[in-house]
């Protein structure tokens, strides 16, 4: 039972809308030094944002687990970003 309802909340999940708001492009992009903003810009930022916090997260996740926890702590996150956003 136990995993039908894993199952059932990851779908749950994936079918609902984007998780960043449209505002929070605009300030990001404006606090950088953006005059204007296109609305095609936002939805691109906010796109592009989601998909690099599922790999953070799905890093994360794996590091917890192989640490032998269920919880993902702040350090899992830390780690994970540099894994994933190589700059």
Not at 11 to 21: I, Q
């Amino acid at each position: 039972m136990k995993t039908f309802n894993r199952r059932l909340r990851s779908l749950a999940v994936s079918s609902t809308g984007p998780e960043f708001g449209l505002a929070a492009m605009y300030r990001i992009m404006k606090k950088s030094g953006a005059e204007r903003v296109s609305d095609d810009a936002a939805d691109e930022l906010r796109k592009v944002l989601e998909e690099v916090a599922e790999r953070i997260a799905r890093h994360a996740a794996e590091l917890s687990a192989h640490a032998g926890r269920k919880t993902i702590k702040p350090e899992d996150i830390r780690l994970a970003s540099k894994n994933v956003i190589r700059l």
